[in-house]
């Protein structure tokens, strides 16, 4: 491996990186790669996401044997959602102590004494890797996986035009000057992950069926945001194609606006009124983009849940697949024999080959005990992370860290977090253009974190003083969409009625960032250039 990446990417000018730093930058502009800004929901100032300048090769095995194994994550998370018992098991400790967990939970036990009516749930999933260096003298390469997200998993519509992005830039020429044997356009894989997505709700909708109670009107689709949306790049792509195959597709901000545009017919179909239209729309599904976060859950948040959830609209997700994506589930479903209740043994053998060593932190058992010492030694908190059962990234605990926030938490707190081992990434360079600037070889000996955007012009002239530009060391992750719809019955899953994988996502970091989030600044979207190893 490390003969093939040998020079890669090879160091070009300063003259040469600012002409295709000019291109990827009006390629995203004019294609929507952007965030949005500003004081208010009215602003129309927007900003390039992260990008890397060239793709980041990634082992061709690796990549396929990810895309294997997610229908199987697909029908494994999709057979959690619907172990009720199995779930209240492995998350009471959290519902007992008022977690996030104890809110979404007495929401479900509402509805579920009332009657769902509802059996059919939409799943748009996403499991995260990364490549796993084994320690010397053997050095393999394997895959390990981060975590699986099932609610509001984003990426999709960037990571499509990623791709695009890079096909565009080889095929033009810009990287000709190179003369790079690795950049070759077969070599990334095809990213449909837009119409993917969008194709799972289309589904959703399909299954859903004709309008019960506005039997004027073609159900539609209703995407739950967030406010001040930032990443409306990201959201806005599926709705288009939805409006493309003539389904209606409408934007609710969750809490108190979807309550004031929203109601229920005496059937519980969930209706939605748009200030544009004289009459409510009966809703086929709702898609989540916001309600990951405690803090979301005011009392009108709750209550917008709570009413989203007794509606006969398909959910993605629905509360119980919601749940499963706490990491108390993902360090469960690590012990060993456990993968076994939900998929045959030879396909619990190779998912649990993904899995990296991980830890309880509760007080009783074995593995708990454990892992508090694991966390609390400094020496061995070194080769961990912390993770909590919450959403949105940015959350976790890294290495020396640990210890420091444990004892600054009561123990009796302890058992909501699980603790992960470090994987030992693959190590790579690339030239990454992220927020805080030009990120290469220069600046990762420099140590960017102190950046200051108020005189970002002066900083890219002391890099123009330079004659060349290398790539700095980076690490990529390897996201994979799945989407998967199922039927329920009273004993459990009833039946698998969609099961495919729906594209990829593939960011890329300096190797001294912890997290990996491109919309809070931590990572770039890239795309993996597919080398046999």
């Not at 994506?325 to 053998?349: C, D, H, N, R, Y």
């Not at 200051?452 to 002066?458: C, G, K, Q, T």
């Not at 698998?496 to 001294?512: C, H, Q, R, V």
């Amino acid at each position: 491996m490390e003969n093939i990446l040998a020079g890669y990417p090879p160091a070009i000018s300063h003259g040469q990186l600012s002409n295709l730093i000019f291109n990827i930058k009006d390629w995203q502009i004019t294609h929507g790669m952007q965030l949005k800004y500003g004081p208010d929901v009215e602003s129309i100032s927007s900003t390039p996401i992260g990008v890397s300048v060239f793709p980041t090769p990634f082992p061709r095995l690796l990549f396929e044997q990810a895309q294997e194994l997610q229908p199987i994550y697909n029908r494994l998370y999709a057979a959690i959602s619907e172990d009720e018992g199995w779930l209240y098991r492995v998350l009471k400790g959290l519902i007992d102590h008022g977690h996030f967990a104890a809110v979404l939970w007495g929401i479900h036990q509402q509805v579920k004494q009332e009657g769902y009516v509802q059996d059919i749930t939409l799943g748009l999933f996403r499991s995260d890797y990364m490549v796993y260096v084994t320690p010397q003298p053997d050095s393999r390469m394997e895959l390990r996986q981060i975590e699986l997200n099932t609610f509001s998993v984003a990426g999709g519509a960037h990571s499509n035009k990623a791709a695009q992005m890079h096909e565009f830039m080889l095929n033009s020429g810009n990287y000709t000057f190179l003369h790079s044997p690795l950049l070759s356009n077969n070599k990334i894989p095809k990213n449909e992950t837009i119409g993917s997505l969008a194709a799972g709700l289309r589904s959703a909708h399909t299954a859903y069926g004709q309008s019960r109670f506005v039997k004027s009107s073609t159900p539609g689709v209703l995407f739950v945001v967030q406010p001040r949306n930032v990443n409306i790049c990201d959201e806005r792509p599926l709705e288009y194609v939805l409006w493309e195959h003539d389904i209606p597709a409408y934007r609710a901000i969750f809490g108190t606006q979807l309550l004031e545009h929203t109601t229920l017919s005496p059937s519980r179909e969930l209706l939605y009124h748009p200030p544009s239209l004289s009459e409510g729309v009966e809703i086929a599904v709702v898609y989540m983009r916001a309600g990951y976060d405690f803090e979301e859950y005011s009392p009108a948040g709750v209550e917008a849940r709570f009413r989203l959830e007794r509606s006969r609209a398909i959910k993605c997700p629905s509360i119980l697949s919601h749940l499963a994506t706490f990491k108390k589930v993902q360090q469960e479903l690590a012990i060993p024999g456990v993968l076994e209740k939900f998929l045959s043994p030879k396909e619990a053998a190779i998912v649990s080959g993904t899995f990296a060593p991980m830890f309880p932190l509760d007080e009783e058992s074995i593995a708990g005990k454990t892992g508090r010492q694991l966390a609390c030694d400094p020496k061995t908190a070194s080769s961990y992370v912390l993770k909590p059962s919450l959403e949105g990234g940015g959350h976790n605990i890294y290495r020396g860290d640990i210890p420091g926030l444990l004892s600054s938490t009561p123990e009796a707190q302890w058992h909501t977090y699980i603790l992960m081992e470090m994987i030992n990434p693959l190590i790579q360079k690339n030239i990454l253009l992220t927020p805080r600037g030009i990120y290469d070889k220069v600046a990762a000996i420099e140590d960017r974190l102190d950046f200051d955007a108020d005189n970002e012009a002066e900083e890219q002239s002391r890099f123009g003083t330079l004659s060349t530009k290398e790539g700095g060391p980076t690490v990529s992750e390897l996201g994979i969409f799945g989407v998967c719809m199922w039927q329920k019955s009273s004993s459990g899953l009833d039946g698998i009625m969609l099961n495919a994988e729906a594209g990829w996502s593939f960011k890329t970091k300096p190797d001294y960032v912890d997290e990996t989030s491109v919309v809070k600044g931590f990572g770039c979207f890239d795309s993996p250039l597919l080398i046999d190893t």
